[in-house]
């Protein structure tokens, strides 16, 4: 059989998926060509849609990343709030052969249930194996080799606290550097490094990105068990988040990194700010980050699942 990817990030773990694959199926560039179509849905879901009714006629296995509860953190018109929830609803409505659901809150396996599809949830893993060399990594990124940086990971909307960003930065009053692994173009973002400059930088690769931070904030509104908070936890960066959902499943308040109380941005700050000023707290945090990750799967160990499964269900 033939198969094809559409909507998949540029990600380690996109790349041993496609290679464990390909000892099934054969890997196709156009979806016409394909038995079986791979969908990926992040947080769009009006092109995945349509782009799914397209091809309806072939065998879908659908990847969602997040439904994010259906928002119910996001303070939305109610017309828009209206035609996002019939865009979620599509992509289940839609039945296709298999769903995949990420372990983060997303609400999706109650969507699935609600629709009756067949479904497995996916664990979310370590994107990375190990830190890369921080250094090496500044450099590579052309940015300050002194000083604290706090990464953020997001795209500029409300869900990823965008909103607060800017707030929670200027209550470090410039103690630390912020450095944004973006997710998607944005002029947003770019206005917002701009008006920080030297102070604010981006980072388009992800191992860099890790390589160079020493704490990770998320400011998230909706499920933080997340890959790129496993990430920080498997890498020894101690993340700052907000409750948001499952997020004290894998983060320990006070024991390998701070959970603050939803859209407290004092709280928030304050947190930040108190392990970037305190390197023995931060060491601490760090050597528990790695010692609970340990229990997270591997990628191999993920992604050989996720074949098993996929191979199962479209052979039947």
């Known amino acids: 059989?033939?198969?094809?990817?559409?909507?998949?990030?540029?990600?380690?773990?996109?790349?041993?998926?496609?290679?464990?694959?390909?000892?099934?199926?054969?890997?196709?560039?156009?979806?016409?060509?394909a038995d079986v179509i791979m969908v990926n849905i992040y947080v769009d879901f009006k092109a995945p849609v349509k782009f799914i009714r397209r091809y309806r006629n072939k065998t879908l296995v659908i990847f969602v990343e997040s439904v994010l509860e259906r928002f119910p953190l996001r303070r939305l018109p109610f017309w828009k709030r209206w035609i996002l929830f019939r865009n979620i609803d599509a992509v289940f409505k839609e039945r296709a052969k298999l769903y995949i659901i990420s372990d983060d809150a997303s609400g999706g396996n109650a969507l699935a249930d609600k629709y009756g599809v067949n479904y497995i949830i996916s664990p979310n893993v370590p994107q990375l194996p190990s830190k890369p060399d921080k250094i090496y990594s500044r450099k590579r990124l052309g940015i300050p080799l002194n000083g604290i940086y706090v990464g953020y990971v997001g795209y500029p909307s409300e869900e990823f606290g965008f909103h607060i960003l800017e707030d929670i930065y200027l209550s470090g009053n410039g103690m630390y550097k912020l450095l944004i692994h973006p997710i998607g173009k944005s002029s947003d973002i770019d206005r917002f490094i701009s008006k920080f400059k030297g102070k604010v930088f981006i980072s388009e690769s992800l191992e860099d990105f890790y390589g160079s931070i020493d704490i990770t904030i998320f400011p998230y509104f909706f499920g933080n068990k997340s890959t790129y908070m496993i990430t920080s936890l498997?890498?020894?960066?101690?993340?700052?988040?907000f409750k948001a959902h499952k997020t004290e499943e894998i983060v320990k308040n006070g024991w390998n990194g701070f959970v603050v109380e939803n859209f407290s941005i004092e709280e928030f700050s304050r947190h930040v700010s108190l392990l970037v000023s305190d390197p023995i707290l931060r060491e601490?945090?760090?050597?528990?980050?790695?010692?609970?990750?340990?229990?997270?799967p591997s990628m191999d160990e993920k992604v050989s699942l996720l074949v098993q499964e996929i191979v199962s269900v479209c052979s039947s």
């Not at 059989?1 to 196709?28: A, C, H, Q």
């Not at 601490?284 to 790695?290: A, E, G, K, M, Q």
């Open 284 to 296: 601490t945090l760090s050597r528990n980050c790695l010692v609970n990750s340990l229990t997270f």
């Open 234 to 241: 498997a890498l020894g960066i101690p993340p700052v988040s």
């Open 1 to 33: 059989m033939k198969v094809y990817f559409w909507g998949f990030r540029d990600l380690p773990e996109t790349k041993v998926l496609k290679n464990k694959l390909s000892n099934f199926f054969k890997i196709v560039e156009s979806p016409r060509d």
